[in-house]
């Protein structure tokens, strides 16, 4: 009977101890979703492929070059960059300049980054 007892205390004990293996693993999986925010990593090819002709380093005809994340994060702050891309199509002052107007899945990215705190990575 003393037997028996100890036996099922050492089972309780292990399923015990297998338990809190699985909710570290959870609290590991919560920690990955962080790559779920938006960053520049996400931001960059768009500006690089719609941008960079008139906004690069050195610019041409534009004010300002945006090829590196302290540049294109200055311009979401104090450049109205948002405001600018978000205009409609054939709206003076959209950029990129002289349209098209980028996808809106694209804008919503760069509006999503803003949300998400203007990350780099
Ligand atoms: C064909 C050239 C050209 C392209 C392409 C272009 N821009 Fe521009 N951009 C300009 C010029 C010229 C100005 C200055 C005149 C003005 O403000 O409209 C300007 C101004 C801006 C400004 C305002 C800066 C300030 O401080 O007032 C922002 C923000 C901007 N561009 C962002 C962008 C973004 C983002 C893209 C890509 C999605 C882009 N531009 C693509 C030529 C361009």
Redesign the pocket.
Known sequence: MKYTYSYLLYFFLLMLSSCSDTTYDDIQANEDTNSDLVTYQDVKP??DN??????GNPT?????S?TTYDE?KN?VL????I???SRNDGA??L????GPR?SQD?IDT?IQWELDALLEN
């Open positions: 768009i500006i719609n941008c960079l002709n008139c906004h041409l005809n534009a004010p300002m945006l294109v311009s104090e450049g109205n960059l405001g600018r891309i003076e002052g950029m990129p300049k002289g980028l694209y760069i």
